[in-house]
C-alpha cells in the first residue's frame, strides 16, 4: 500500500478550520474558507481555458493575494506551476518557459511586454490575463482531492554555477516535510502569525504560503517591503513570526530606532546569505530573536535553521539540519569534514528535491544516494552547528536575489567588442553586493560603460546588470581556464 | 531517489538537542544525550547476543526508564519490537511469541512465571533478563543511523471481532506522521513537557516516547497512576499535557477538588473510547481544556482529536482528522453517510498500518485503497467533526483496556459444562465498563460461578474475566448465528 497520499493541502485546511483566518492583506481579513471558494472559482475559470493535471503552467505575477489564489487553484488541479521571477527579462522568461514545456503562462497587465512578446514567439502557450479570469468562461473545476506526495507542486529555476538555469522539482512532499522540519525547530500555536515581505516567486515566500495551509496559520502579507508598514503591521496584527533577508532587516532595524517589536513577536527567520556580525548583534540590543537559517530553492527552503534557545548562543551560525533532513561537509578529498574544517556542504532528505526537469544528467552530478552537493561552502564546528561560508562559492547575493556571475558573464562576453568577462560581486550598503564585471576589450575595438550597460539590460533582470564595468588586460584564470573569481575580487577590495 | 529515509530518530535528537531534558523519571532529570547513551549502551549488550536489524523481539516490560531505553536500543538496532501488553496471562503471550515468530524475549524477574514457561515452551527464542542486561557480553553495536520510513518499528497485537489477536505492523512512519499529526493539531513549543502514566505497552504511551524524540521534548513518566502524585508533578514539571482515559480523569478532577492546575498546563488529551458529559463538564469547570481523540493501535494514536479551539464548543465531539489523515462514515449499503448519520468509521493516512504481521487475508479485508475499516461506529456533523457511538461496535473498554467479546467468548464456551457464551460490558463506576458473561448449560451438567471463573483466570487476563457469569436458556442470535449482543445489554439494563 502506498501511504504517501494525502488530500489537497488547501482543501484540508478548509475541511479542518474553515473559520480560521488565512490572510491578512491590503487591510482585510481572509478565513481558509474565503481562500478556498476564491480558489475555487479560479480553478473552475482555469479548468475552462483547458488547464488540468500534470500540466506544466508558467506563472508570471505580482506579490498579492489575487496571485496566492491563482497559485492555490493551480495545486487543486493538481497542475505543475512553473514559478517565474518578476524582475526577470522576457529573455529569460521564454527561456524558462520554452525549457519547461510549459503549456500555459498566467501573467498580467504589469508585464505586457512579456506576454506580447511571448504570444509572438511562443504561439503553442496560450496566455491568460489575471486581471480577465473571472470574465472568462466558468465549468465546475475537477478538483483533485488526494495527491501524491511524488507529485511535482511547483518547479523554480536556479541557475547554478554553469550559468544555464535548470528547473528545480519541488514536489507536495518537499514543502510538506520543509514545513513540518521548520515547525519542529521553531515550534508552532495557533496564535502564530507570519509575516511574508519577501516574493512569492521565491522559496523563501511561496514557502510561508505552504507554511499557513500546513499549518493553519494566519500569513500577512505585505508588498512592497516597507519597514514602517511592516512595524506597524506586526504591532496590529499579532504577528510573531517574519522572514527576512539582511538587507530587510538592516532597514527595519533602522527605522525601528529606540522602539522596540512587541514581546509576542517570538523572532526573525533571516536567510538569503551570510549576515554580518554587526547586523546580528544589533538584532539582539533591540530583542529580536535571530534564527539565521540556510536553504535553497533545492530543499523548498529551511534545511538547517538555529533554534530558538542557540540564538543567543550560537551567532552567526546558520544552526542544525532540521528534524527531517542531514547535512554534512566533503572535502577537497571527498571525505566528512572534520569539525571546524571548511567544505562543500551535501544535503539529504525528504525536503531535497528529486532533481532538475527534464535534466538527468546534471541531476545525476548534483544528487548522489540522496545527497545534494550545494556548492555552497561552510563548516561545522565541534557541537554540529553549521556556519556557511560562501554561497555556491562565486554566487552574488544581492537583496535577497541571487545573481549567478556565469549566466552574467555569458552576456557581457557575447557584447562584439568584448573578448573576455569575469564578474563578481561588490559590498554595497543597501543591497549587501552587487554585481561588476571586468572586461577585456578585444584589440582595435572600443565601448562604452553605457553601452555595456544598456547591452545587459536588454538581456538580464535589473538586479543582475552589472553596476560598474573595469576594463582589464587579462582576466586571471586556472589551468583549467577557469576563473579566479578570488583573484578579481582583490582587485576591488584595494 | 527514495526520500523515505531519515536518521533514527533517538540519534537525530541527539545530535540536534544533546542537552535538552528528555525524561523526568522517579526524581531525576535525564538529557537526550543521557538517554542516547544508556540506550547505546544497551544495543551493545543485545548486539552481543545476537540481536540484529529486521528481527522480531518481544519485549514484556513494566512501565519504567529502564524498559524506554530496551525499546530505544532496539531502534538503534533497527530491530522490530514486538511489545506485549503487561496484563497478559503466559498462554496469550506465547501465542504472540510465536505468531510473531519472535527471536528473542527480553523480560524481566517481576514475569518470572512467563519467561520460565517460555523457555519450557518455545525453545527456539531467546530470553533475556532486564536486570542482567548490563553484567552481558558486549560488543560495539552497529547502529543503524539510516531508517526507512517503512521500516516496522513495532508490533503491537490487537484482538479485533474476530477474537484472534493479530499483530499490527507500526512502522517509524506511521510513528512519525502520527506525532506530526497531533503538533499540527496541538501545537508545539519547546516548554512543552508530557505526563505520561499510560502503559508503554499500548500505543496510547508508546506514541508519547515517539512525540518525545520527534519534538525534542520532556517527556514526565510516572508509574503506577497516581492523582495526588500526578498533581505534583504538573505543577514541579511544568507539565503543559497529559494523556489520559476516562477513569484517570475522574480519579484526577476528586483529587483536585477545588484546586487548579497551573495556567501553563495546555490540557487533556483523552483517549481510550467516549466520554461521559458529566465528566466532560467537570473538567471544563476546573478549568482543563479536554482534547478529545480517537484512534487506535492501527493508527499509531491519534488520527482524530479536537483541537483547542473547539475544546469548549464540541464537548463530546473527538475533532477532525490531524491533517496527513482522512476519515469517512460509511452506511450499511456501503455508501458515504449523510452528515449526523451513523455508520461504520474508515481512516486513511501515512499513520496507519499497512497491515497485520502475516496476515495478509485479513490486511486486504480490512484496507482497501489506504483505508482501513474500524469496525467502530459514528458520525460526523454537518461542520466534519466526529462523534464516535461505539467502538468495534461490541469492544468493552474498561479502565482504558480493550476486552473483545469474542475472545472472552471463546474462552467461556471451551469449558465442558458451558453450550453457549455470550459477553458484553456493564457500566462500571470504577472501570468504565467491566465484561459480564451469558452462559448456557449443557443439559445434564452443572457449574459454579467460583468455577467458571478460575477456568478464565488461567486463560485470560485479569481485566478481560467475566465479573459476573449470568447463567441463562438461550444466548439470542440473529440468522447467521451471529450474537444479539444488544439483546444482551437489555437484560443488564433492566
Given amino acids: 500500500m502506498d501511504n504517501q497520499v494525502m488530500q489537497n493541502f488547501l482543501y484540508k485546511r478548509y475541511l479542518s478550520t474553515p473559520n480560521r483566518l488565512a490572510f491578512h492583506y491590503d487591510g482585510k481579513d481572509y478565513t481558509f474558507s474565503d481562500v478556498y471558494h476564491e480558489s475555487y472559482k479560479i480553478a473552475g475559470h482555469l479548468a475552462a481555458k483547458g488547464i488540468k493535471e500534470s500540466q506544466f503552467v508558467g506563472v508570471l505575477l505580482k506579490n498579492n493575494l489575487e496571485t496566492v489564489y491563482i497559485l492555490f487553484a ?92 535548470k528547473g528545480v522539482k519541488q514536489s507536495y512532499g518537499n514543502h510538506l516535510w520543509s514545513a513540518v522540519g521548520s515547525s519542529l525547530n521553531l515550534g508552532i500555536n495557533d496564535r502564530d502569525a507570519w509575516l511574508c515581505t519577501v516574493p512569492l516567486f521565491h522559496i523563501s515566500g511561496f514557502s510561508i504560503l505552504m507554511r499557513g495551509l500546513i499549518y493553519g496559520m494566519k500569513v500577512v502579507l505585505i508588498d512592497p517591503f516597507d519597514a514602517r508598514t511592516i512595524i506597524e503591521m506586526i504591532h496590529k496584527q499579532n504577528v510573531t513570526i517574519m522572514s527576512s533577508v539582511s538587507t530587510m532587516l538592516r532597514k527595519l532595524l533602522d527605522e525601528l530606532g529606540e522602539a522596540r517589536l512587541p514581546t509576542t513577536f517570538r523572532g526573525i527567520l533571516l536567510g538569503g546569505g551570510p549576515a554580518s556580525q554587526a547586523l546580528l548583534e544589533d538584532s539582539i540590543a533591540h ?115 541571487n545573481i549567478y556571475p556565469a549566466e552574467v558573464e555569458g552576456i557581457v562576453a557575447a557584447h562584439h567588442a568584448v573578448a573576455d568577462a569575469g564578474v563578481v560581486g561588490m559590498k554595497d550598503s543597501t543591497w549587501g553586493e552587487v554585481p561588476v564585471a571586468f572586461v577585456v576589450i ?53
Same sequence: chains 1, 2.
Fill in 287 to 401: 530583542n529580536i530573536p535571530i534564527y539565521q537559517t540556510y536553504g535553497m530553492t533545492e530543499t523548498a527552503s529551511q534545511i538547517a535553521t538555529l533554534s530558538p534557545e542557540d540564538s543567543l548562543q550560537r551567532v552567526g551560525s546558520a544552526g542544525k539540519p532540521l528534524f527531517p533532513s542531514q547535512l554534512k561537509i566533503i572535502n577537497e578529498s571527498g571525505h566528512e569534514a572534520e569539525p571546524n574544517a571548511s567544505g562543500e556542504i551535501l544535503v539529504k532528505g525528504p525536503n531535497v528535491t528529486s532533481g532538475y526537469l527534464g535534466r538527468d544528467h546534471e541531476t545525476a552530478e548534483k544528487l548522489n544516494n540522496g545527497w545534494l552537493s550545494t556548492g555552497d561552502i561552510g563548516y561545522l564546528d565541534e557541537d554540529g552547528f553549521l556556519y556557511v561560508l560562501d554561497r555556491r562559492s562565486d554566487l552574488i547575493i544581492s537583496g535577497g536575489e
Fill in 74 to 165: 493551480l495545486q487543486l488541479l493538481d497542475a505543475r506551476t512553473v514559478i517565474l521571477n518578476n524582475r526577470l527579462t522576457s529573455k529569460e522568461i521564454l527561456w524558462q518557459l520554452r525549457d519547461s514545456k510549459a503549456s500555459y503562462l498566467i501573467t498580467e497587465r504589469a508585464f505586457d511586454k512579456v506576454y506580447t512578446e511571448v504570444k509572438y514567439e511562443l504561439s503553442e502557450i496560450q496566455v491568460v490575463l489575471k486581471e480577465a479570469i473571472d470574465q472568462e468562461a466558468y465549468i465546475e473545476p475537477a478538483i483533485v482531492k488526494e495527491i501524491h506526495l511524488d507529485n511535482v507542486c511547483t518547479v523554480m529555476y536556479t541557475s547554478g554555477t554553469t550559468g544555464h538555469p
Fill in 442 to 494: 578585444k584589440k582595435n575595438h572600443d565601448v562604452s560603460h553605457d553601452e555595456l550597460e544598456s547591452f545587459c539590460n536588454e538581456k538580464l533582470a535589473k538586479y543582475k546588470v552589472p553596476k560598474r564595468f573595469f576594463i582589464v588586460e587579462k582576466i586571471p584564470r586556472n589551468a583549467s581556464k577557469k576563473i579566479l573569481r578570488r583573484e578579481l575580487r582583490k582587485m576591488i577590495q584595494m
